[in-house]
């Protein structure tokens, strides 16, 4: 198969096999760049956010202009915390709040809505965020509408609490399995390897439609095939090999193409259950 055709799956498995929905152990870091109007007259700024699950927060600064003859702008600092409302390989939808200090003025508190929109492919997206802030001052609270608009680099899978050791002592009582898992979950050390290399199929799986959607224009008639290998399990961490086999038509020319190659899932526990952080491909 065309080299191309071979980084597409790939960067689909490397990406959505990360997750948009986050863990216990696994969350997603953003880095933005964003400009807006507001009350605080946001002209251009930057943001660092960290998610993990449905909920997240960020802290941004940003230049604001005066707009005041005579009166030179500044440095705004403030942050929210955001709650996604819905979520989906490419649309996330959230709620925040938030304050932000401001240039000659008096501090401002904020609300609104906002949509994130990415490719699973690619660790970029793109927000939008609307609502209203509130200025108060000696003569009264003012209040007016606050819009962002910016670009994000998210890093996926990013470990916040290193997984715990699973010691002598903590087998003896009784809080953990031999393999890491939680007694409460009732699996032996087959099943939870059992349990891992299915997580890591579905992350495959899903990679692969999101992959596929994202390139109807140039490939149709994808058709892949999916094998998973051995899972090794390590405390609360485990890795899955499996290699992808598929065809599909080149849309331009409607040439088939076909291929196959391996990769490595590496996986973090969260509870009883799996969640994928990352993809490792193998070979050229």
Known sequence: MKSSVKWIVSAAIAAASMGMMGTANAAEVRLGLNTGFGLGCQVAGAR????????????????????????????SVGGALTFDVYQSQTVGAYILAGANTNPN????????????YGIPLFPVEGYLEAGVQRTSTLLGAIIGPRVGIGLNYVFRGVDLTAPPAVTEAAINSGGTTSSGAPV??????????????????????????????????????????????????SGNTATVSGSVSFSATQVSNGQAVSGSYGGTVSLVRSGCSWQSTGYTRSGG
């Open 184 to 233: 409460a979950c009732n699996v032996s050390p087959s099943q939870d390897a059992s349990n891992a290399a299915s997580a890591a199929q579905g992350a495959i799986q899903s990679a692969i439609q999101a992959g596929a959607s994202a390139y109807s224009g140039i490939y149709s008639n994808i058709n892949p095939s999916i094998s998973i290998g051995s899972a090794t399990v």
């Open 105 to 116: 003025t008096d501090p401002s508190l904020f609300a609104g809505a906002g949509v994130r």
């Open 48 to 75: 660092v956010g960290v998610q993990e699950g449905r909920i997240g927060g960020f802290v941004q600064g940003v230049y604001c202009n005066s707009n005041v003859q005579g009166v030179a702008g500044g440095v």
